[in-house]
């Protein structure tokens, strides 16, 4: 279909009556000009609040699910009242305790088994998104603009890796063809569920916390879709998190591989995966702001012209923990004990953030997310066991007080001398550095900091780097002691 347009709104965007209203009516307008689609994230908070519903479950508290339970539906109703006129309220608040009941269903089961299957808790989680697709959808409606709640269950085909589910395209190309195409065609826009899809077979998946970015550019992949807007509650994708650097900028391009780099570094404006589906038809996607819709926001794109020369952003992370492994004889084959680690690592499910080792022979760390730790010392120690118990290897240390800094820009490829000056500025604020890595793709600089420091080397990184805005020019002349006026403070310039 020609000139497609894939919106995904985030669960800020559509998190009361009346974010959703503008979510929808953003849809509608462009609506008019060129066939939409929309993707739209559970109500903010509401994915938490599922899962720690079952959380109750497999603890057998039955207080926790009637509270939980109660917050759900009332956060629901409110919004339907907000949304809707009485009929049309006497309409959805019937499907809505429908929705709700199928969650209770499920998590009375977990309750009976004191057990959370993941299969089941992917099925139940997505009821969030469920919900929103409802009634942005009703809204919709009643509003005069015709469009239609779609499950994604039935159209994102992914494997069964339950909670962090990855989706097959043919299949999903298939079914979003078949399901989506002659809704488009009636002129309706389908409001589809982020974050949930279906193995081939039909049992329900999730993409992963986060997961509706990806959904909606796995939609637009399987679409042909002509651009992507994710709507969001920030400007766009920023130099910097603008709470540790204020002058931190909105950047007005970025590159493919520059936003997933920055997003798996702890930028927190997209899912890491999101722009992998997308690369191949060279879609381009839109980072928006929903709360002001009138700003450009954040265009990402395969390449940009001329490159950049120099860092794009820089990125930050406080919760991870480095692990180091450390032989204690020098029989031991070091190539073979950082195999069999990424290899037991890999396993858990755990994700690597930075690899580093200077020699085989000596120490070899990595770093992970802190909620990922308790499992990548259980795989290890287990891969391990033998070498640990005879004192092949020292025992494993863990250092959790660290942070993460990464300079991300496809322009630092080739360039002598940035390294350098990045750990200048790093050492300047007497900030010392722990370990560093950088791919031979030099795409990405990471930097790991004791967690006091972080701040600090993020905020002279990205000065030391341009990304800020200049320093202000002095606007007062000189006008001596007792002119009355007061005297400019004096700002350090690094
Ligand atoms: N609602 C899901 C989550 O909170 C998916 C998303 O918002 O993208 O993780
Ligand atoms: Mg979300």
Request: aromatic share 4%; hydrophobic share 45%; proline share 6%.
């Amino acid at each position: 279909m020609k000139d497609l347009l894939i919106m995904k709104f985030g669960g800020t965007s559509v998190g009361s009556a009346e974010r959703m209203r503008v979510a929808a009516n953003l849809a509608a307008q462009e609506g008019k000009k060129r066939p939409v689609a929309v993707v739209v994230s559970a109500m903010s908070k509401i994915t938490d609040l599922l899962l720690d519903t079952m959380r109750h479950a497999e603890a057998g508290d039955r207080a926790g699910i009637t509270t939980n339970l109660a917050a759900l539906r009332q956060r629901h109703e409110e919004a339907c009242r907000g949304l809707l006129p009485e009929g049309g309220q006497a309409a959805v608040l019937p499907r809505i305790h429908e929705l709700i009941g199928e969650f209770e269903r499920i998590v009375n089961g977990m309750a009976m088994l004191n057990e959370r299957p993941p299969r089941s808790v992917d099925e139940a989680v997505a009821i969030g998104e469920r919900l929103s697709a409802l009634l942005v959808s009703e809204y919709l409606n009643s509003a005069g603009t015709p469009a239609a709640a779609v499950n994604a269950w039935s159209v994102v085909v992914t494997d069964a890796v339950f909670g962090n589910a990855s989706p097959l395209m043919a299949p999903t190309r298939e079914k979003a063809r078949a399901v989506l195409m002659p809704l488009l065609e009636q002129g309706k826009i389908p409001i589809v569920t982020g974050f949930n899809g279906a193995t081939a077979d039909g049992r329900p998946t999730t993409l992963g916390r986060g997961g509706s970015d990806f959904s909606a550019s796995i939609l637009a992949a399987a679409l042909d879709a002509a651009e992507l807007w994710i709507w969001t509650d920030v400007d766009g994708i920023m130099s910097a998190d603008p709470r540790l650097v204020p002058d931190a900028q909105v950047l007005d391009e970025v590159t493919y591989v520059e936003a997933a780099e920055l997003a798996y570094n702890g930028a927190k404006v997209l899912h890491p995966r999101t722009l992998a589906p997308l690369a191949e038809k060279k879609i381009p996607v839109w980072s928006k702001n929903s709360f002001a819709p009138e700003k450009p926001g954040t265009k990402i794109v395969p390449q940009i012209a001329g490159g950049g020369s120099g860092a794009r952003a820089v990125t930050s992370m406080k919760n991870v923990a480095l692990v180091s492994l450390e032989p204690g004889s020098p029989e031991l084959n070091g190539v073979q004990v950082m195999a069999r680690s990424l290899d037991a690592v890999a396993r858990a499910d755990v994700e690597i953030l930075v690899v580093s080792s200077s020699s085989y022979r000596q120490n070899f760390c990595f770093l992970v997310r802190t909620e990922e730790l308790a499992r990548t010392l259980q795989a290890l120690e287990s891969a391990l066991a033998l070498e640990l118990a005879h004192g092949y290897l020292s025992p494993i240390q863990v250092d959790s007080n660290v942070g993460l800094l990464a300079a991300v820009g496809e322009g630092m490829q080739g360039k002598p001398g940035l390294a350098g000056r990045i750990f200048t500025a790093i050492s300047r604020v007497h900030v010392n550095i722990i370990a560093i890595a950088q791919g031979a793709s030099e795409l990405t600089i990471a930097v790991v900091v004791r967690r006091d420091g972080l701040e600090k080397a993020v905020q002279a990184v990205h000065a030391e780097c341009g990304l800020g805005q200049r320093p202000p020019v002095p606007v007062f002349p000189f006008t001596g002691k007792d002119s009355g006026v007061p005297k400019p403070k004096r700002r350090q310039v690094p």
